[in-house]
């Protein structure tokens, strides 16, 4: 079993949707966890951190429940900028490595 | 934002030579380096931590003799892939947090290797 494990994509989504990946983590070491996105054939770069309060920035939230080893990423109206490929990642502070998930490929369409 | 800088881009090599790929944190110093490999549709696979002024620490599966890792200063990690084989076709990105621990990790542009 992956450690970070996400949806199957593609999701294909018309401008303007709602839209929500989920991801499940199996090491409850884990520590923090984060969104990044990662746009074809670049480096990944970081969307936001995810707190078990949850956080907001502009259309995108993001929730973590520690209890269920589960942290979720909801976009809405989604743009066409949006299309990427999102990438759920645990931090460990031993050793201090990312663990990433397999990506969840986003397209928005017009 | 930190910077990470990754060199070369891209590079097209003949089976059996060897490659080198540069990682260079540029405005702030890196204890530890990161080396991911990522083939095409699926997510960056942890290869190795680089360890400043210490031997690399590689995940399972991974050949030390084949991936040379060194991290010879604290703003520069390099990754050797050995004897290079066609199926080493992967794109390779490093990564790098900074001495004060601060989480988020920066990425190199990543280097697309190519071996005919």
């Known amino acids: 079993r992956k450690e970070v494990e996400q949806d199957p994509g593609p999701f294909n989504v018309p401008e303007g949707a709602t839209v929500a990946f989920n991801c499940t983590y199996s090491n409850s070491a884990s520590q923090s966890f984060f969104w990044y996105r990662q746009d074809c054939r670049k480096e990944p770069k970081l969307l936001m951190s995810?707190?078990?309060s949850g956080n907001e920035d502009g259309r995108f939230t993001a929730q973590l429940n520690r209890a269920s080893q589960y942290i979720s990423l909801l976009i809405r109206d989604s743009k066409l900028s949006d299309s990427a490929t999102y990438l759920c990642v645990a931090f460990y502070n031993q050793g201090g490595k990312l663990i990433f998930g397999q990506g969840t490929e986003l397209s928005v369409k017009p | 934002g930190a910077v990470v800088s990754q060199h070369p881009s891209r590079v097209i090599c003949k089976s059996g030579t060897s490659v080198k790929i540069e990682c260079r944190s540029l405005?702030?110093?890196?204890?530890?380096m990161f080396w991911y490999r990522q083939f095409p549709k699926q997510s960056l696979m942890l290869m190795a931590t680089?360890?400043?002024?210490?031997?690399?620490?590689?995940e399972q599966g991974v050949e030390k003799d084949k991936f040379l890792i060194n991290h010879a200063s604290l703003t520069l990690s390099t990754l050797t892939v050995t004897s290079a084989h066609p199926e080493d076709s992967s794109f390779y990105i490093c990564?790098?947090?900074?001495?004060?621990?601060?989480?988020?990790?920066?990425f190199g542009q990543g280097t697309r290797l190519t071996v005919v």
């Open positions: 680089s360890n400043e002024g210490s031997k690399a620490t590689y």
């Open positions: 995810v707190y078990s």
């Open positions: 405005d702030f110093q890196a204890t530890t």
């Open positions: 990564s790098a947090r900074d001495l004060e621990g601060f989480t988020e990790a920066f």
